[in-house]
């Protein structure tokens, strides 16, 4: 599957000075964007708007999606502070509202997955930096970093980000939530 999202935030990194990266800071709690989920082989397409808002713990998607020949509007609202919420190491589990925007119809349902935070978790681990494109010249080429950790004892995450402005190029998302193994790879393409 492979995700493309178009937004803009704040630096998540900062200099140490000694030309490392000493730190993650904290990224903006609210911003929206545009992102394409993509899965060719199940012929899979998804554009949307994405509203998030890590400050009350929900995000909204108005979506259009085409699987095969069929086609859906969906306006899909994750609240995850609705429910009498189950903790889980700092992740809360919530409730979905999927409205179909062709019929009106709403479906209510509890989220499969805790709440997940976008961007480098907090205690996502520093593993290494790498080059892309040429080194010799001037603006071809891009340092990305690339971290790894826990979410919870359910869930890991691996990323790979821009070193200036912190640009999320991969994240992947490993959990066991729904009884089985879900592995969720965001390729981000600007």
């Not at 397409?45 to 994405?50: E, I, P, S, T």
């Not at 970093?145 to 402005?165: D, E, I, K, W």
Request: overall charge negative; proline content about 5%.
């Amino acid at each position: 599957m492979e995700l493309i999202l178009n937004l803009s935030y704040s630096s998540l990194f900062v200099d140490d000075n000694e030309g490392g990266i000493a730190f993650v800071s904290e990224p903006p709690p609210q911003w929206e964007g545009r992102l394409l989920r993509v899965d060719r082989e199940k012929n899979y397409r998804v554009y949307a708007k994405l509203t998030y808002d890590e400050t009350n713990l929900r995000y909204r998607r108005i979506e259009e999606l085409q699987e095969g020949s069929e086609e859906e509007q969906l306006d899909i609202i994750h609240l995850f502070k609705e429910v009498s919420t189950k903790w889980f190491r700092f992740v809360y589990q919530g409730k979905e509202y999927r409205i179909d925007l062709k019929t009106q119809k709403c479906n209510t349902t509890l989220s499969v997955r805790p709440w997940r935070p976008y961007g480098v978790p907090m205690n996502a681990n520093f593993t290494g930096s790498a080059l892309v494109g040429g080194s010799g010249l001037p603006g071809e080429s891009l340092v990305v970093n690339n971290f790894f950790g826990r979410l919870s004892p359910n869930m890991s995450f691996a990323g790979v980000v821009t070193y200036t402005g912190c640009i999320p190029i991969r994240l992947d998302y490993i959990d066991t939530f729904s009884g089985t193994l879900n592995i969720e790879h965001n390729t981000y393409v600007f």
